[in-house]
C-alpha cells in the first residue's frame, strides 16, 4: 500500500502565491508518476501537473506557465508552487502517485488540500 499526506493549502488573494507538497510513503515502486489534480465544487476532477520519476512533466493549458511541478526523488516528494493565482484556481487539491505492479496501473490519492483565491 501506498500513503500520500498533503499540505500547504490555504486562503491567498488573486496574484498570490502558494506551495503544496505531498510525501510518500510504503511500497513505491521506481518507476511512477507522481502529480496534481483538483476538483472544484460542481465540476469533475482534473490534471493540473505531472512529473514522472525520470523528471519528465506534464501541465494543464489552465497553468502553463504559472504553476511548477517538482519532487525530490530521495523523499518521495512532490511539490507544486503555484504563482500568478486566480480566484478560478479555488478548488480541492490531490495528491496521486500512479505505479505499475503489472499490466494496468494502480493509483493512489491523498486526502486533498484546499486552495482558496480571493478576489
Known amino acids: 500500500q501506498v500513503q500520500l499526506v498533503e499540505s500547504g493549502g490555504g486562503l491567498v488573494q488573486v496574484g498570490g502565491s502558494l506551495r503544496l507538497s505531498c510525501g510518500a510513503s510504503?511500497?513505491?515502486?521506481?518507476?511512477?508518476?507522481m502529480g496534481w489534480y483538483r476538483q472544484a465544487p460542481g465540476k469533475q476532477r482534473e490534471l493540473v501537473a505531472t512529473?514522472?520519476?525520470?523528471?519528465?512533466?506534464n501541465y494543464a493549458g489552465s497553468v502553463k506557465g504559472r504553476f511548477a511541478i517538482s519532487r525530490d526523488k530521495a523523499k518521495i516528494t512532490v511539490y507544486l508552487q503555484m504563482n500568478t493565482l486566480k480566484p478560478e484556481d479555488t478548488a480541492f487539491y490531490y495528491c496521486?502517485?500512479?505505479?505499475?505492479?503489472?499490466?494496468?496501473?494502480?493509483?493512489?490519492w491523498g486526502q486533498g488540500t484546499q486552495v482558496t483565491v480571493s478576489s
Open positions: 496521486n502517485l500512479r505505479q505499475w505492479g503489472g499490466a494496468r496501473p494502480d493509483d493512489y
Open positions: 510504503g511500497s513505491i515502486f521506481s518507476n511512477n508518476v
Open positions: 512529473i514522472t520519476s525520470g523528471g519528465s512533466t
